[in-house]
Structure formats: structure tokens, C-alpha cells
């Protein structure tokens, strides 16, 4: 139950810019949980809960999508706001948290 | 039925449920944490039963999945059961001694979608004093650690550290360095099952324990990200218990080989309460409305000095298991709690561990009827303050020690 691999190592630090593309880290799965309404993101023996704007963005991570296209995408799933300063500031924050990382 | 007090809005989900499905084990451990008669349970619950038991967990929000034991490979059904956790969803993880992992195995299990294997670490003998040296042992960790990678899974080891192992603590980091683990877990011994009853013979010394953690702290700086350690000290030494299992009946849901629902791996132990059979109910009555299950959660339960203690809302008034085996009553804070009025059980214990013990010749007709649970739930405190075989040899985790040990008990205990 510790969660041996529940471990995060912190990424270096990665110039991201709108070109960048990002895939789920390895042996994480994301997915939407209905019990909980809510996405998770799974890992070895452990849970990282990503409501409302996380896992908006997180969904979006696919391995394909640049950031520049994932704010323009949340742009237009959520008119009127400027998200680009919030989608960035939590991709940054996943990289760190190994949940992410740069293909 | 007294009426359950939680209503089905307050109570937590149940995110973890470990399935372990079978107490068959290749190994002896003495520090195994399955109850010690086990040997005398019914039989083992079916496939069907376990596929609609993973239905039904699925249904309750549970995300992570254990496959545990015993041995969980000596089902020889786990591959379906892997399978059947993927499609539904559960992040699944194998915790293995690795033995019976072949390569057509793993790979059954890669495609089916297993996550996640943790390798225990053990020896695998009787001679402890090999348990390093023990080339059989070593050539079978190889063989796993080097199927885990190839089939893309993190190398995960996990130690179990007692006092006739931790004085290896340096060639215990060097191997799982040579078999490239990124993670390690040095997880010191809990005491419940047979780890209770061989607990002065396993419980390190403080000095043991220093070593060992120095030790650590300098492999950790040497290989830095290369490998994560963890040290889990035993609670023994700490003042303040352990939040177990994030309070009872609040996460955790564990279902044994022989059908039983607990809210911990070792609940099984304590007298008065009635465990639900999987066969005979399904989960979500037993995670919501079965009386085991409201037994001890929030804090209606709890005695003095834990019923106003500002830390309750943080460990809960600690280990249930470990308040009974201790104190004779599970409604008793967790002895390791120094505001326990009986923390002296455990630090007699300490005190014990800083002397040694000399070995004797093993009774184990002495420790039936202390072994098999049948103290009446909260009796007097101390009662069981001890370990029943002072003095006597290591026991081993097998059947006739079992048999033994239930002292003839015919009917599984829970």
C-alpha cells in the first residue's frame, strides 16, 4: 500500500513553447472516473484526482496535439476566457510531476 | 442490526481493493502477515466468484486493484482475472515473490493489461543465514527482474527488513542494484500474523536501525534518481501511530482467498466482529451497511485518551489489529500512541529488542490456544501484551505449523 512506485521524480526543467507536444508519461493511465465525476490520473498503486480544468487540459494530452492547439481547443470548449496562461502554468506542473512528458 | 450511523454520502469510496486470491504460498516467511490458520479456511472462491467481484468493486469507484496472497500465482486463473480488470477499468498491480513468473505468463499478463508488478524480495529457505548468499534465490531474481523489463514494467523490489536481515542493509542495496530496480521499498516488518508471533525474534534494535537507515541515506546519494528508496520504519519506534489503512472502512477493501470482505489485511483477527462473505453479499452492501465495516469508522468508537485528542482526525486512533493484539481491545488507542496509557507494552518490546534473545526449542502447543483468536473482544487490557512463544524458535509460515497453531479448529475463525 506505500506506493512504492508512486514515486515522482522531478523532470529537469523543458522550455515549452506552442509547438510542444506532450504524451502521458509511461505507466500512467488517464481516464474518467464515474464514481467519483471526475478525471484520475493512475499510477503504480496510487491516484492523482483531476477535477474541472485539469482534467480538461489533461484530456487533451494525447501525444499529437500541440500546446498551442490545446489552448485554441479550451478556447473554444470554454468561449470568453484566456486560458493560456492557465493551461501552461499546468503542463508546466504536470512535467515537474512526471505525469507528463514532452515527445 | 444496529443502524449503520453513515449514510452513504459520507462514506469514502472504496479505492483500493486488493483480491487476495489465494493463501497458497511457495514461501515460509516468518514475517508473513496472513493469519496464522490459515491452513484451516475453506476453500478458495471460484473464478466466477472473483470476475464478479471485480465487477462489483468497479461499480464502486474502486481504481486501484491488488492481486495478492499468499501467492497470487498459484492461481492459475489470474491471467483471466487480469484480463477481465482491464477491460474494467482498474489499474492493476501484481505483488509477487516472483516465484511461477515465466515468461509465458508475464506475457499473458502484458497483453491482458497488467499494469503494475511489485517483487518481493525473501529468502526462500529455512537457513536465513543464506538468505543472502543463496544463489537459487538470486538466479530466480535475476530471471524475474530481467522478464520485467523486458515486457516494459518498472522494476519494483520490496524488502521486508527484520533484525536477522537489516544488519545486511548494504548488500540488500547492491543487489537490487545489480538488478536495476528503480524502486525499492526496505518496508520493516509490521507485526501481525506470523510476524506477531515471531516478533522478538524480528524486531531490529535501535542501533540496527540507525545503521540501517544511514546506510540508506548514503546508497541514496550515491545513485540519486537512478533509484528511489524508500525506509519504512517499524512503528514500534515511533510516539505517534500509523493512520492505518487512512482509517477503517475509508479506502480500503480487501477480500480473501476463502470469500471474506475486511476493511484491512488483518482484521480477521479480532474476536466480536462478523466478516461478510463475498458469496453471500455483494460489496456494496458490505462497504455501506455491514456492521464490520461501520465498526470503527469515524469516531463514535473511540475510548480515551483518543475520543479528545486533537491528532484523532489525523491517524485515527491508529491500528485496530494492533490495539487488540497489544491491549486485548481493539477499541483501544494503538499502544504506539506515547499518550497511550499502555505505549509501555511497546516500549517493553524495544527494550526487549536492545537485549537480544536466545533461542529455545519451539512450543507450538503452547501457542495454539493463544494463536487462534479466541480472547472475547474487549477483555482486559495487557492480556495479550506479548507474543505468545517468548522463547521459543522462529515459526515458520506453512501448513502443519497452522494446523498446529489453530490447535484443531475445524471452522475458519472469521
Not at chain 1, 89 to 102: D, N, T, V, Y
Not at chain 2, 108 to 122: A, N, P
Not at chain 2, 129 to 136: C, K
Request: charged share 25%.
Amino acid at each position: 500500500m506505500k506506493g512504492c512506485g508512486a514515486a515522482v521524480v522531478k523532470a529537469d526543467q523543458i522550455p515549452l513553447n506552442d509547438d510542444t507536444i506532450f504524451e502521458i508519461a509511461h505507466h500512467y493511465r488517464f481516464q474518467w472516473e464515474p464514481a467519483q465525476q471526475m478525471h484520475v490520473l493512475l499510477y503504480p498503486e496510487g491516484m492523482v484526482k483531476l477535477p474541472g480544468s485539469s482534467g480538461e487540459i489533461l484530456k487533451r494530452v494525447n501525444g499529437t496535439a500541440k500546446v498551442g492547439e490545446i489552448v485554441a481547443d479550451l478556447e473554444r470548449a470554454f468561449p470568453g476566457a484566456d486560458l493560456r496562461g492557465d493551461v501552461i502554468e499546468f503542463l508546466e506542473h504536470a512535467h515537474g510531476k512526471g505525469w507528463i512528458r514532452p515527445k | 442490526m444496529e443502524k449503520a450511523g453513515f449514510d452513504q454520502n459520507r462514506v469514502n469510496l472504496p479505492l483500493w481493493l486488493l483480491a487476495e486470491v489465494s493463501y497458497k504460498c511457495p514461501l515460509h516467511c516468518v514475517y508473513c502477515y496472513n493469519p496464522v490458520d490459515y491452513a484451516t479456511y475453506g476453500d478458495e472462491l471460484s473464478t466466477e466468484d472473483w470476475l464478479r467481484i471485480l465487477r462489483q468493486g468497479r461499480e464502486l469507484g474502486a481504481t486501484q486493484l491488488g492481486f495478492s496472497g499468499g501467492e497470487p500465482l498459484m492461481r492459475s486463473d489470474l491471467e483471466i482475472l487480469v484480463a477481465e480488470a482491464r477491460k474494467l477499468g482498474y489499474y492493476s498491480n501484481l505483488i509477487t515473490s516472483g516465484i511461477g513468473l515465466d515468461e509465458r505468463r508475464i506475457a499473458t499478463f502484458k497483453e491482458g493489461g497488467l499494469d503494475h508488478i511489485q517483487v518481493s524480495f525473501q529468502d526462500s529457505t529455512r537457513e536465513m543465514n543464506d538468505f543472502l548468499s543463496s544463489t537459487r534465490t538470486f538466479d530466480l531474481k535475476q530471471k524475474v527482474a530481467r522478464l520485467v523489463k523486458k515486457y516494459d514494467y518498472p522494476m519494483v523490489l520490496n524488502v521486508v527488513l527484520h533484525r536477522l536481515n537489516i544488519d545486511h542493509m548494504q548488500q540488500i542495496l547492491e543487489m537490487a542494484e545489480q538488478l536495476e530496480a528503480e524502486y525499492v521499498e526496505l518496508a520493516n516488518t509490521q507485526y501481525y500474523g506470523w510476524a506477531w508471533l515471531n516478533r522478538d525474534k524480528l524486531l531490529p534494535s535501535r542501533e540496527q536501525l540507525q545503521r540501517a537507515e544511514e546506510i540508506t541515506n548514503n546508497f541514496r546519494n550515491r545513485v540519486e534518481n537512478r533509484m528511489k528508496i524508500y525506509f519504512v520504519v517499524p512503528d514500534y519506534y515511533e510516539t505517534r501511530p500509523k493512520p492505518c489503512m487512512s482509517g477503517w472502512g475509508s479506502v480500503f477493501l480487501c477480500v480473501t482467498a476463502d470469500g471474506f470482505a475486511l476493511p484491512c489485511h488483518t482484521a480477521r483477527m479480532l474476536p466480536g466482529l462478523v466478516f461478510p462473505s463475498v458469496r453471500d453479499h455483494d460489496l456494496r452492501w458490505i462497504w455501506y451497511d455491514s456492521p464490520a465495516f461501520n465498526a470503527f469508522r469515524g469516531d463514535v468508537w473511540m475510548k480515551e485518551p483518543c475520543r479528545s485528542c486533537a491528532e484523532k482526525v489525523k491517524d485515527y486512533g491508529g491500528c485496530r489489529c494492533q490495539a487488540y493484539l497489544m491491549t486485548g481491545d481493539a477499541a483501544n488507542a494503538d499502544p504506539v500512541c506515547d499518550k497511550s496509557p499502555l505505549h509501555s507494552l511497546v516500549t517493553d518490546a524495544v527494550e526487549r529488542a536492545a537485549k537480544g534473545f536466545t533461542s529455545s526449542p519451539p512450543k507450538l502447543g503452547g501457542a495454539a490456544s493463544e494463536a487462534s483468536g479466541e480472547v472475547p473482544f474487549g477483555t482486559t487490557p495487557a492480556l495479550r501484551a506479548t507474543p505468545p512463544n517468548l522463547g521459543g524458535e522462529l515459526f515458520f509460515r506453512d501448513d502443519a505449523n497452522s494446523l498446529s497453531l489453530a490447535g484443531g479448529k475445524k471452522q475458519p475463525s472469521a
